[in-house]
């Protein structure tokens, strides 16, 4: 491949659902592509036939995790849909144990029924027991519809003598934010507050109870804010792409991707992210450097603050309509192994001490993982294990955004989502995995 400095032009016409792109590059004749839909396998296609063209980065399909060892002792539990209206999987899995046995709630992202439950006698098998909210009965203050709503990381807490249900919608302006609903029963049926909790970009809820309270935790969502921005930047400047890219692929992916900003800017949210995908994997493989890069040259200040995406904490009122006081930040992305962001918060405690669980990096990626940090008070300050406590493998990729519950022996089982390999990515299934934790003083080790 010839590594001479390369640029494009990028346009861009909607065709119904299709898009056609004529790519032309600095250095030679125009390519023309035709992108068949808004879903994330079409742009896949899109960026192998354009890494073909133009050597820019692979699809995230063409990963492959080399083995470390032995195989980690997780065990598969759902690994194909149990039921035709569950149409992504069970990703972002919350386990609630109580005196009915095992519930499970999970992501539903733009499906007609909103956060499928699932009930399980013994923690092991699953069966379908409806959805949250069914197909025409979405809150009202929430975007329903095919690529245009997005249901993700529900969780249920047991508050008093109710269920309460926390999790994440984009609101009528396609902000996302935090909702809560109430059931006197996990099953339901659901009512929701008829208001989101939060709004500005923040997903990813998690209820608990610190001396009788409830307690709100979440992620400030700012990592899907830079992307475009950076894409504008070295748009605007295209000498900083050999200064915070090494490799060649690297380089190209940006170029493109600063081409294609203009147009991203104008797709719904789901879409500009596909399309800046390849660039965020790119600035994953450089990130260290990508980051100093732009913090010592001054440029972009926003956007080097918005890769970091905290996770807050803050108490609820005792009707779970309100927050009371002001959040503290209680974690953030600061390990090379994160990248540019965490999410997903499950925090337990264990052994008079509280264990914060958080997935890290990006969730499409086989660098994806789960990590873990220990505190003795809720709210902090944490002290972080080094690295991932769980990461890919060659059978499961990318897992993710756990959950605690005790096993069937009473100890505590930790609760996950993983994708088949060869696949990932929005919409595609993800199965439900188990693991036994073991806790000590500072650690915590899978059994």
Request: with cysteine; aromatic share 10%.
């Amino acid at each position: 491949m010839i590594s001479a400095p390369l640029s494009f032009a990028v346009d861009a016409l909607a065709e119904g659902e299709a898009t056609l792109f004529t790519v032309r590059p600095s250095d030679g004749e125009p390519h023309h592509y035709r992108v068949a839909g808004g879903d994330p396998l079409h742009y896949e296609q899109f960026f192998e036939e354009l890494s073909r063209d133009f050597g820019t980065r692979l699809p995230r399909h063409f990963d492959t995790v080399a083995p470390a060892g032995n195989e980690p002792p997780w065990r598969p539990l759902i690994t194909t849909n149990l039921s035709p209206r569950i149409l992504a999987g069970y990703g972002d899995p919350a386990v609630l144990k109580d005196d009915d046995g095992y519930w499970l709630v999970a992501t539903s992202n733009d499906a007609p029924d909103a956060f499928p439950i699932l009930h399980s006698e013994d923690g092991e098998r699953w069966e379908p027991r409806g959805f949250v909210f069914d197909e025409g009965h979405t809150p009202d203050w929430t975007m329903a519809g095919v690529q245009k709503a997005d249901f993700w990381a529900p969780e249920m807490a047991r508050v008093g003598d109710e269920y309460w249900l926390s999790y994440t919608a984009r609101d009528r302006n396609n902000v996302l934010c935090i909702g809560l609903a109430r059931s006197g029963h996990p099953a339901g049926p659901w009512i929701d507050n008829g208001a989101p909790l939060l709004g500005d970009s923040v997903i990813d809820s998690h209820i608990t109870i610190l001396d009788g309270e409830p307690v709100l935790l979440w992620k400030r969502d700012t990592n899907s804010h830079w992307p475009r921005p950076l894409a504008a930047l070295l748009r605007e400047q295209p000498h900083l792409i050999p200064i915070l890219f090494d490799d060649e692929r690297d380089r190209r992916t940006a170029a493109f991707s600063a081409a294609v900003q203009p147009w991203a800017n104008s797709r719904r949210s789901m879409e500009r992210f596909f399309l800046m995908q390849p660039l965020i994997r790119a600035a994953l493989a450089n990130w260290s450097k990508v980051r100093r890069a732009l913090q010592e040259s001054g440029l972009g200040p926003q956007i080097v603050t918005d890769m970091s995406t905290p996770i807050l904490a803050q108490k609820l009122s005792q009707d779970g309509r309100a927050l009371i006081g002001e959040p503290t930040q209680i974690l953030a992305n600061d390990l090379d192994w994160e990248g540019h962001l965490i999410e997903g918060p499950w925090l337990t405690r264990q052994h008079d001490r509280y264990w914060l669980f958080y997935a890290g990096n990006d969730f499409t990626s086989p660098s994806y993982g789960i990590g873990v940090a220990v505190a003795d008070s809720m709210f902090g300050p944490y002290m972080k294990q080094p690295e991932p406590l769980l990461r890919s493998t060659p059978t499961w990729l990318a897992p993710g955004h756990a959950s605690v519950a005790p096993g069937i022996d009473g100890r505590p089982q930790l609760f996950f989502h993983a994708y088949h390999p060869g696949t990932g990515g929005y919409n595609e299934f993800r199965a439900l995995l188990t693991v036994g934790l073991e806790f000590g003083q500072d650690r915590v080790t899978l059994r």
